[in-house]
Structures are given as C-alpha cells and as structure tokens.
C-alpha cells in the first residue's frame, strides 16, 4: 500500500505540465502556425533541437491555423461513406454542409472545395486557373495580388476551405500587416452572365456590418474588413482582419477532440447566445448605408463557429453570415430561410451534436436525431437536455429571443464535470529516469517563461493599432460633385417608363414641384433638357449616335463596350389585385393568401387559367391589365414568361386583345389590355366590386406603394419562398389583414429584399452613358449627382429605393 501512495513532486510535476500545456495550446490557437515559427527565431540554432522535446514532453496537440488544412467531416473515415448512402435530414445536411454546392462539376471527390486536384494544378503551374480534371476555379497561386479600397493584398498561403468559400493567409502590401482572406466562387457552369453580375453586385453591398451608431464593440462576430469583387474573374473576396479569423472551425475541433462534454457546452450556449442577443437586437449598417434594426445570421452552422482555446476553456466566435455567405448559392437553390427563431433552433441542433461529436451512429447507420430519446448520450444533465430541447422547438417552452433563452440558461444549476482524474488515483511512476524527468520538467519551465516574455514584446508590437485607411466616400450634398459640365444638354428615357414619371410627376418631391425642377434647382450649371423615346433601344442608339448625352433605364443588358452604366437607385414591379374594404372577407388577397407565383402568372398571362377557381380561389374571371411603359412589359416578360413560346402568346394577347378560352372550362374573358397604372388601379378595383371580375396587373412599385384600392402580392419564384413588396415597419410582413389604408405611415417597400434582389422582380435604375473622352462627361456626372446623400433623399420621397436602402 505504501507503494501506491502518492508522491508529491510527480502531484506539483503534473500540475505544472497541465498549466504549460494550457498554456501553450492558448498560445498556439491564437497565433497559429506562426508559432512555430516564432520558435525558430527566437531560440538560437543550437537549442532548436527543444523544440519538438518542449511540445512532446507536455503533450500539446492544440487545434491550429496548420490542423486547419483539408477540413472534412468531423467523423471517422467510414462515417463518410456512410452519409452518402443514408438520407440525412435537411437541417442536419445544412448543419454540416454534407451536400456539395457545385453539382455540375464532375468533381472526383464530389466536391470541389474539399478536393486536393484545384490545389495540385495550381502547384503545378501558378498561371493555370481551373482544375485539370473538371474545370471548377482552381486555388489562388502564393504571390497573387488582389487590389482592394484598403489596399493590395498578397496571397501567401492557402489554409483550406470554409463553408461555401477557400481561406487564405494573405499580406496587405500597404501595412505588411498579415490579414485572413476569403474567397468566393461564382462557376460559370452554374451562374448565367448576368445572374454573375447581380451576385457581385448585392455582394459588395452586403459583405459586412457594422453598429449602426458607430460604436467598436466586440462580441465575438467577425465580419469583413472589405469585401472585393473581381472585375475580371468569377471570384469575390472578403478581408478579416481580426484576430481569430483564422482559428479552427468547431468542425475541425471535434475531428481533432471528439464531442465535448456537459460543461464545456454550457459554455458554447452561453458565449453563442451573448453574440447573438447582440446581432439579433442591435441596430446594424450594412456596407451599402442600409440602418437595419437586427440581423438573423441565417448561417450558423459548425463551419461558421469558430473556436479558440483560453486559459478558461474556449472563446467562440461568430462569422459568414447568410447576408454575404448566401450569395453564392446556385441560382437554381430554394432561398434559405433566416429569421431569429431559426438561428435559435439551428444552436440547439448544435448543441445536441456538440454531445455526440457527430452526426450518424456507425454501428445502426443512421443519422442521430434529438426528437429520438435513444440517441442522447446518458450523461448528459436533464436540465440541460431540456433546455437543448427548447431550442431546438420540441421542448415544453419555446424561447421567443437569444436574450430569454440566455437568461434561462443563467439559472440552470451549474454541474462542472471534471474531466482531469483525481491525484489520489494517480499511480506514481518508479523508475531510474524519475530525476531526470523532473529535472527536463524544470527546464522546460524556464523556457517556456523565457519564451512568454519574448513572446508578450513579440504581440505587443504585432497588435499596435494599424494606420486608418478612409474609404471614398461620395458626397453628401450635389454642390460638392466636381467636374460638372457646363451649358445646355439634351438626354432621354423611356416613355410612360419609372424615370419618366418620377421626374415629371408633381407633388412627389413636395407640393407644386417636381424632381426635375428640383435637381436643376440645386445644381443650375449643366442644364439638362429631357427627351423621352419610346424604347430603350432606341435611347441606346441615340446614345451611341451622339443625338443625346445619356440614357435613363433599367434594361441594361449587354451594352457593348462602348457604354457604360452606372447605377443609382432601386425599383421593382409589383403584381396587384383589387382590395375590397366592402368585402374583404372574399377579397382575391384572402383567398391567395396574399401571393402568387411565377408560374401561375405565367399561366394566367398566357391564356392558360381564366377564372380564379383553377387555382383554389373564388369563381370570378380573370381580366388583364399591363402598363403601358415597355420597360415594365420587357422585365415582366424576362423575369416571368422566359420562354419564347409564352413571350409570344403573351404579346399575341396584347396585341389581338380579343377573347381567348381556357382549355378546362369554357369560361371566357377578354384579352390584355394596356392601360395607364393610375387609370389600371380604378378599374381593377371597379371589376371586383361593380362587375364581379377579379383583375390582375402589375406595374412599378414606385407608383403602386400607398394606393390602397390594390393589394400587392408576395412572389415566389421557382421553389423559393414567397417574398412580399411591402413590409411593416416594425419588421413583421404585410398581409392581407393589414389595413392599407388607415395604416399608411406604417409600411414600406422592403427595401433590404429589393436591394439584395431577394424580391425576385426587383430592377436597378442606372445612367448610361459613351465610354468616350472626347465628349462632355454629362452622364457621368449626372450619376455622380443622383448618387449624392442628397439626391438620394429626392429620389425616396418620388418612391425609388435609394442605393443605401434608405438615406441617411
């Protein structure tokens, strides 16, 4: 007995080797590989050979930016395999991101980003930019340089992938300074020209937030630094310059340490819900300018939790969010859906795999599912399980915000396992080497606090605060555009078209006066005189055959490149019926259920369904109504009808406007008429309630917000989910039920859905203008102008939607 008592210089020997060990996975998950490489330095040569002796003889195995390669599922190899042949659970496959983004690849690995070949054909030869086998976008060559409003970023090493994008360390050549760069694809196997365009574009309006009143808080949310569109490639970037931006993904956690135990995700709950109370109730800006009063991360998935070791235990970080993440998703995918009670259930799935370290059970093949009793580890505490369970929606109270499941989370008992077993159990080591170890102990000590030392001057000159680098910033005011013209110029629009009617129509900027007026008021040395045309392609002509300075529109399809476009603000086209008040309770709206979807407006403006009862609704005819711009009929006929064969038929009633039979029933309305949209918002509203005929039109949402005798309805696209116009202004959608006419003031065009092109009939309005220095840059400048804080703020009260979303 007296052999097995415990020695008290092998107690305090592993006590201090416990403490170095912490202490340098601490180190080594907040610097990452690059302390190693401090090692080198900073130790003499002939000492290096401590090295692997200090990291050997204390056991560290910490994760790090260099474990961070290659990151897969954190499963066993067969567990792999396993998930392709088993039908994993949406959510789950979401959680772990088991499906592969670019199908039409023929990636050997089934996905491209978890695929070596990208990686060897660009060590192979640096200018080859695709993969040798399925030509997806090959990885960024070290040495690549990427130029970025903050300055010139230098590829230096590629880390691995992350979720829907490729990590990099990387170099601002401005600072030296060392920065985390993401990089985004956009394959052109999966993305059309256009829809390129639009992905870039709601990209850099979107990748990044900030505190809406200026304010550096630090809640454990990464986010961008810069976000970077490549003009010339298929790739976005964005710039982290945060600390932990490179840490270890709870993904490559597990796959290194297995699932966690009760406390340690106590302490995940408890850390993830702090972040998201913040995110979910602060008022944010977006890159664009947008205020937005709470922001879902619609993302949270063990590729987006970041963690890094502490003395403590962990911190968990925050990052990729939806709002920039998504953007990338095939165009082909059913939009995600984000909301706060989504983040909320998506954290306790987490949670619930955090205790398995794992999505399947190997030995029933089967995916684990916290609805099922049996696939909860035993261990696991019983207040704790009921709270996961909470979460996730299933349990006995449903957790209305992060801040109310945060505080519920406070007032559970606290039950720390301790994992390290106790000294009294502990078998003392006899043998000849126990001096020698004590003595390597000891002298491990001492570097180890040699090399902290060295290491907090290292930090301390690492993390001095870097050079601010002001982004432009346009003008506030229309006085201060420069470079402004001077003398007489002509320019055009479409005819009946939204410019038009923005520009000329009085009252909409105030009482008695127009937009037009008002911008030559404010800026009277370029005077513009407004010619309108019937066609776009016929101000492009006129354009390009110097008849006019520049063009006003929103088809800007393939200019050619003698014209370039600007953008300056956002309209839409909303698609309406009547909306009683006499009687609501049969009203079209009700009987909708408020939207509609693109193939049944294809199927109505093509003569296929006359009455509303072939879609579940009252037994009412249907009667057409578009307007009579052809910038809204062209969007309505490329966004909705698509296919020559409805394009076709849909002009063939427009033109014939003659009665047309349903190939169901033998009932028969008119054709399409044409109409202006203030004479089409009477009529509409007279068929229902005078003629018993349940009218359908569509026309700008600049001219359709605020009238009350019509309903605009939400639009679904495809398989995705209907997206409403309008939205209360205290974020809750509008819906049939809502007062439209007694509640003006308390809605609003969604501005962020129209701005990021989630409302699927959302359109830019852009100048366009001769890429041509020999002539008078008016077009130029008139963007310059329509761009300003101050013309922005006109342009919302004519109902346009400014750049920003909204002017500050």
């Known amino acids: 007995m007296a052999d097995k008592s415990p020695n008290i210089l092998q107690k305090l020997g592993q006590r201090i080797g416990n403490v170095f060990k912490t202490i340098l996975s601490t180190i080594d998950g907040l610097i990452g590989s690059g302390f190693n490489n401090f090692l080198l330095k900073v130790i003499p040569k002939p000492l290096h050979f401590l090295i692997p002796f200090l990291k050997d003889d204390v056991g560290i195995k910490a994760p790090s930016i260099s474990s961070f390669k290659g990151i897969g599922l954190p499963e066993q190899k067969e567990a792999k395999a396993l998930i392709e042949q088993i039908a994993v659970e949406p959510r789950t496959a979401s959680l772990w991101q088991v499906k592969p983004l670019y199908t039409k690849y023929r990636c050997i690995e089934g996905n491209p980003f978890r695929c070596e070949v990208p990686r060897e054909t660009v060590e192979e030869d640096p200018n080859n930019r695709y993969c040798l086998k399925c030509q997806f976008p090959a990885i960024l060559p070290p040495e690549a340089k990427l130029r970025g409003r903050d300055g010139i970023y230098q590829i230096e090493n590629y880390i691995g992938c992350r979720g829907q994008g490729r990590i990099y360390e990387a170099t601002n050549l401005n600072d030296g300074l060392s920065v985390v760069l993401k990089e985004y694809v956009i394959p052109d196997r999966d993305f059309s020209p256009d829809e390129t365009k639009l992905c870039k574009d709601s990209f850099e309006q979107l990748a990044g937030i900030s505190l809406a009143d200026g304010r550096v808080q630090d809640f454990r949310l990464i986010t961008p630094s810069e976000a970077i569109a490549d003009p010339k490639e298929e790739r976005c970037y964005v710039i982290s310059d945060h600390p932990a931006a490179d840490a270890p993904t709870l993904a490559s956690y597990l796959a290194g340490y297995g699932a966690m135990n009760n406390w340690q995700v106590r302490q995940f709950l408890s850390q993830t819900l702090q972040t998201l109370e913040s995110l979910h109730g602060q008022k944010y800006t977006l890159r664009s300018g947008i205020v937005q009063q709470g922001l879902p991360h619609g993302n949270l998935s063990f590729y987006s939790l970041l963690i890094k070791p502490n003395l403590q235990g962990f911190y968990i970080y925050l990052t990729d969010l939806a709002l920039w993440e998504h953007r990338f998703n095939s165009p082909l995918a059913q939009p995600a859906i ?26 029933n093949r089967i995916y684990l599912d916290p609805n099922v009793e049996e696939h909860w580890i035993p261990s696991v505490q019983p207040a704790l399980k009921t709270f996961i369970l909470n979460l996730i929606g299933i349990g006995p109270i449903k957790y209305e915000s992060a801040e109310i499941a945060r505080r519920a989370l406070l007032k559970l008992p606290v039950e720390r396992a301790i994992d390290l077993p106790p000294l009294e159990d502990v078998e003392p080591e006899v043998k000849p080497k126990k001096k ?373």
């Not at 984000?338 to 259930?345: A, C, I, M, P, T």
């Not at 605060?465 to 982004?471: E, I, K, M």
């Not at 003398?487 to 037009?516: C, M, P, R």
């Open 338 to 363: 984000y909301s706060v009670n989504r983040d909320l259930e998506d954290l306790g799935y987490i949670a619930f795999y955090l205790f398995r370290g794992g999505i399947v059970d190997l030995d």
């Open 436 to 808: 020698r170890r004590w003595l390597r102990t000891a002298i491990v000590a001492g570097l180890v606090l040699l090399l902290l030392l060295l290491l907090g001057w290292w930090l301390s000159n690492l993390l001095k605060p870097r050079p601010s680098l002001s982004n432009e910033a346009l003008p506030c005011c229309i006085e201060q555009v420069s470079g402004i013209p001077a003398g007489k110029f002509t320019y055009t629009a479409e005819k009946n078209a939204t410019w038009s009617y923005v520009l000329l129509q009085d009252n909409l900027i105030a009482k008695g006066t127009t937009l037009e007026t008002e911008l030559q008021k404010r800026q009277p040395k370029m005077q513009l005189s407004f010619q309108p045309v019937l066609s776009a392609v016929d101000g492009i002509k006129k354009v390009k055959d110097q008849e006019t300075e520049f063009l006003v529109t929103s088809l800007i399809g393939d200019l050619g490149t003698d014209l370039v476009y600007k953008e300056f603000a956002y309209d839409g086209l909303a698609v309406f019926v009547a909306f009683s008040y006499a009687d609501r309770a049969k009203s079209l709206p009700t009987a909708l259920k408020g939207q509609i979807t693109f193939a049944q407006l294809k199927q109505i403006f093509t003569g296929q369904i006359l009455n509303w009862k072939q879609l579940g609704g009252p037994d009412l005819p249907i009667k057409l109504y578009i307007p009579t711009d052809e910038e809204s009929v062209r969007i309505f006929e490329q966004r909705i009808l698509k296919d020559r064969e409805a394009i076709e038929s849909f002009r063939q009633m427009i033109k014939q406007n003659v009665p047309t039979r349903s190939l169901l029933d033998d009932t028969t309305t008119e054709g399409i008429t044409p109409l202006q949209t203030f004479d089409t918002f009477r009529q509409v509203i007279r068929d229902f309630e005078d003629r018993n005929i349940g009218s359908i039109a569509f026309g700008s949402i600049s001219r359709v917000f605020g009238q009350c005798s019509v309903y605009p309805l939400a639009l679904a696209d495809g398989n995705g989910s209907p997206v409403a116009p309008l939205i209360k202004t205290n974020g809750e959608p509008v819906t049939p039920t809502t007062d439209l006419c007694n509640d003006k003031g308390s809605y609003n065009p969604d501005a962020i859905a129209f701005v990021t092109q989630h409302y699927p009939l959302s359109y830019q309005l852009a100048v366009v203008y001769p890429r041509d220095n020999r002539r008078d840059p008016v077009g130029e400048r008139f963007a310059a102008i329509l761009k300003t804080d101050e013309a922005q703020k006109l342009l919302q009260k004519t109902g346009l939607i400014p750049l920003q979303g909204k002017s500050k």
